[in-house]
């Protein structure tokens, strides 16, 4: 498969068709940016059900971390499928779960030995690792970030501070969760800058909130993205990360990396916080870990995951078909795709920061590997958010066949697949240039 390609207008009129059916038997709580109805896809690029082929950048949300349908992943799983899809490995036991506990024990950014919890989805890794927090260290408050999007389920929800309606209407949340500044160097608060700066954010957590509002010894862990994604692809200095290990330490709190949408190659290290030096004691993950098959996995050190049996399961958590996609990813991502990651990443970086040059509206670049955000502004003084700037961006691209995706309030993120090219790299470059063009300025 080759592209873009476009053949009809967008959507077609088989798409068309399809998101009318769409619209009145699912849920209405998705959000769609633009209408693009998938049928096939291949590597980097995607067909729709009316033929026209788009160069993806999003990766179904960082997800097909092998590019779309590898033959190696699907190889694994037509394989797996063919001896049995399920057996509950919280009640029975099969080899590719113990296989990827392995795998996972060997690239795992913290000492062994491990153990790796499995569930299905990014918030039942978080879920799992909120509950062990709580578990081992026999507290209960928590602390997370603003920004900070961790899933959607009721635990995973209460520490996510995203956007406000993904709470609106459904509080009361778990008690004891406390949320403090995270650093976001190009809005900073406190007018620093990140090369002199030792993350003095995080004074809130120790000046403040330990002091006015939860006892240190009374908080089970802090948890935080390496990268916050949803919040609008913010890169915190790695000081952050490191004092925060500091603080965690300090106070016998839990420190969760949650490696959701940063992990599985995409920053060019399997995992986001290596590029900081810091072992976390719990990491979790999902999306890109499985290629596209439903896997969340919390994975630990074997001494803090030591909760009895029953203490937690999932009737469909690691399931063998989903394993055995992980399996093969990991090899994947392990043999070449990280490091393409780094390099096609870095060449992707430059070129996406050569926008700035000629797009006021780009205020800021920035990203690591193939996790890159772009975040616009009417102002590059007042840094003003350009919403509806960033919104007609995403369809501009949508309309010239580059399928890219919004994070945070006026940010787009590019998240391709590990197999991008250098090539579809300075394709996806010279398509955002075009689409700023048709931006209208305000
Ligand atoms: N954590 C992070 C960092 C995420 O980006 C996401 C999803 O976007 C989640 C957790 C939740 O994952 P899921 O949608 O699989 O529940």
Known sequence: MNGPLLKTSLPGPKAKAIIERDAKVVSSSYTRDYPLVIARGEG??????????????TAGIAVASTGHSHPKVVQAITDQAQKFLHMSGTDFYYEPQVRLGEELSAIAPMKGPHRSFFANSGTEANEAALK?????????????????????????????ASKVTQRRGFGPFVPGVYHAPYADCYRCPLKLSP???AAECLRFI???????????????????????GEGGYIVPPDVFHQRLRDLTRQHGMLLIVDEIQSGMGRTGRMFAIEHTGVEPDVVTMAKGI??????????????????PPGTHASTFGGNPVACAAAIATIALIRESLMVNAATVGAH??????????????????RGRGLMIGLELVRDRETKERATTERDALVRECFKRGLLVLGAGRNAVRLTPPLVFTKEQADQAVEILDQALDAVPDR
């Open 290 to 307: 499985a290629s596209g098959l439903p896997l969340g996995v919390a994975t630990a050190p074997a001494a803090t995951m030591a909760w």
């Open 206 to 228: 120790d000046e403040e909130l330990l002091v006015h509002l939860v006892a240190p010894d009374e908080v089970a862990a802090i948890i935080v993205e390496p990268i916050q």
């Open 195 to 197: 090369d002199s700066c």
């Open 44 to 57: 980097a690029f995607v067909e729709d059900v009316d033929g026209n082929v788009f160069l993806d950048c």
């Open 348 to 365: 992707m970086i430059a070129g996406v920061k050569t926008l700035m040059g000629k797009h006021r509206l780009v205020g800021d670049v």
């Open 132 to 160: 062990l927090a709580r578990y081992t260290t026999k507290r209960q408050a928590i602390i997370a970030f603003l920004g900070a999007f961790h899933g959607r389920s009721m635990g995973s929800l209460s520490v996510t």
